[in-house]
């Protein structure tokens, strides 16, 4: 920081070369401080209702829905996965990634201050000062003190804009995050309902096989009074086995689906212990889809390819920006001196003001480049947009028609059963009067057993139907999208 200069020559200086950029700045073309942001237009017609539900607007989606099935115990491992989930604690550490990346993105709309110490020592050589003798050398100390700061005028918004794109992004892993944990939660509800299936089911075959020990005990003693063959009693034997070796498989299943279940609540198997019961000890919530508008305010997956989308279109502003000349101003304070004594003396005061202007002028097409690439990513992400919401109201009324068909197949399977009943009674009665034959009585025996073991497989499937709903409707509500366009649909068709 060592000056030659006079007192006041400095700052005239930093003045002068400060107004030539300020006046270099003034003659350019400023269409760069207009640039126009491209906010989001999905160009897709919302419709005013789902042709599987009523015109009618949905009561806002409580957080802990898994609870309004009628289990405690389905709650408190919707709880457990929320917490020691991998994939949602991965997501949450994404969150934080983006969010630190906001920070260090929007320091550049300050400026940076840093402050410096030094002291130097230097000899130079009598031969170097002078040509003939005497040869006197000559050595300084320099001893310094500073502050130094930068700062970039952000006349184009490119700063701003980056700032403002990295923040969206930060709000697009919140949503992402969003997105896993609602996909966790349905995975966990799921599985637990698949594991109280499997426990039905095998309650229903080991109940079918002590049935068939019973017909089989029956056809033994009409065996041994000689109104049944040993044909008859080999027929129902195998009926018996057969039911048998259904028991194995549905334990295979139920066992698995634990340990399925483990790895969603972030544990070990042997550490995860699951009571299960019965799923006709539940019971199907009441789902509203409410109006297709208010799913887009909803779905958190529509929520980030929302936010992707705008964080784009600030991309493209800073591509355009990078065509305008950066200008910075730099300045630095401190004090200077040959001896230590005098360093923090006024006279060794010092300064220095400059002002920088850089224009590209040729760089073989890289600019447009990557203004092209960054408007090309915008296009991808607005189909991408487009499509999510295409997803959100097909995925609702695909939910909306299962949870209807398969509350339906309950009902009439329910009835099924209930008529196999009859039958099987009717035939066992004539069994015991010996007016019937075997063949007629397995064909009925074997009806009822899958009727049985159908209605709890119908069952099973009505309640992951209704958690499939749960899931498309966005399960708890997230923060609405910022995007106008939705905001004003959902005015339209609430107002």
């Not at 544990?267 to 995860?272: A, Y």
């Not at 295409?390 to 949870?403: K, M, P, R, W, Y």
């Not at 069994?431 to 025996?445: N, S």
């Not at 119908?458 to 139907?465: E, I, L, T």
């Amino acid at each position: 920081m060592k000056s030659r200069s006079g007192p006041g020559r400095p700052r005239a200086l930093s003045c002068s070369l400060i107004a030539l950029c300020l006046s270099s700045i003034a003659g350019l073309s400023l269409g760069g401080c207009s640039v126009d942001r491209e906010a989001p237009q999905a160009n897709i017609d919302t419709p005013s209702r789902f042709q599987a539900g009523g015109a009618h607007e949905a009561r806002k989606t409580p957080d802990d829905w898994p609870s309004r099935f009628g289990s405690k115990e389905l709650g408190a491992l919707v709880i457990q996965a929320r917490e020691q989930n991998l994939d949602i604690l991965t997501a949450v550490a994404r969150i934080e990634q983006a969010e630190a990346q906001a920070r260090v993105t929007s320091a550049a709309l300050y400026p940076t201050l840093a402050a410096g110490a030094g002291a130097s020592a230097s000899r130079t050589p009598g031969v170097a000062r002078s040509v003939s003798p005497p040869y006197a050398g000559l050595s300084e100390n320099l001893y310094g003190l500073n502050l130094n700061a930068t700062y970039e005028l952000d006349f184009w918004g490119k700063n701003r804009d980056n700032t403002d794109s990295a923040r969206l992004l930060a709000r697009a892993s919140r949503f992402d995050r969003d997105v896993i944990a609602l996909s966790t939660t349905a995975s966990v509800v799921n599985s637990y309902f698949q594991i109280l299936a499997a426990q039905d089911r095998l309650r229903v075959a080991q109940k079918n096989v002590a049935t068939a020990e019973k017909v089989l005990a029956a056809i033994r003693g009409r065996v041994e009074v000689g109104t049944a063959t040993s044909l008859d009693e080999a027929q129902q034997a195998t009926i018996v086995a057969q039911q048998r070796a259904n028991v194995p498989p549905l334990e295979q299943t139920e066992l698995q689906t634990r340990n399925i279940l483990a790895v969603l609540l972030g544990r070990t198997p042997e550490s995860t212990h699951v009571k299960g019961g019965s799923l006709e000890r539940l019971n199907i919530p009441a789902v509203a889809a409410g109006l297709p508008s208010q799913l887009l305010l909803r779905r958190p997956d529509v929520g980030e390819a929302e936010e992707r989308l705008v964080a784009q279109g600030l991309e493209i502003n800073v591509a355009r920006a990078a065509f305008y000349p950066d200008v910075t101003l730099t300045g630095a304070f401190g004090v200077e001196s040959m001896l230590l004594k005098s360093l923090l003396s006024p006279q060794a005061a010092a300064f220095s003001l400059a002002g920088n202007l850089a224009q590209p002028i040729f760089n073989g097409g890289a600019l447009q480049g990557q203004l092209d690439l960054q408007k090309s990513i915008y296009k991808e992400l607005l189909v991408d947009y487009r499509k999510q919401i295409l997803t959100a109201f097909s995925d609702v009324e695909n939910g909306l028609i299962g949870l209807d068909k398969t509350g339906r197949q309950v009902e009439l399977q329910r009835q099924a059963v209930v008529q196999a009943q009859k039958a099987y009674d009717v035939a066992l009665g004539r069994l015991q009067e010996g007016t019937i034959d075997i063949v007629t009585l397995a064909t009925i025996e074997t009806t009822l057993f899958q009727a049985e073991d159908l209605l709890v497989q119908v069952r099973s499937a009505h309640f992951q139907a209704a958690t499939t709903l749960y899931q498309a409707l966005g399960g708890g509500w997230t923060q609405p999208p910022h995007n106008p366009e939705i905001q004003a649909a959902v005015a339209n068709q609430t107002g």
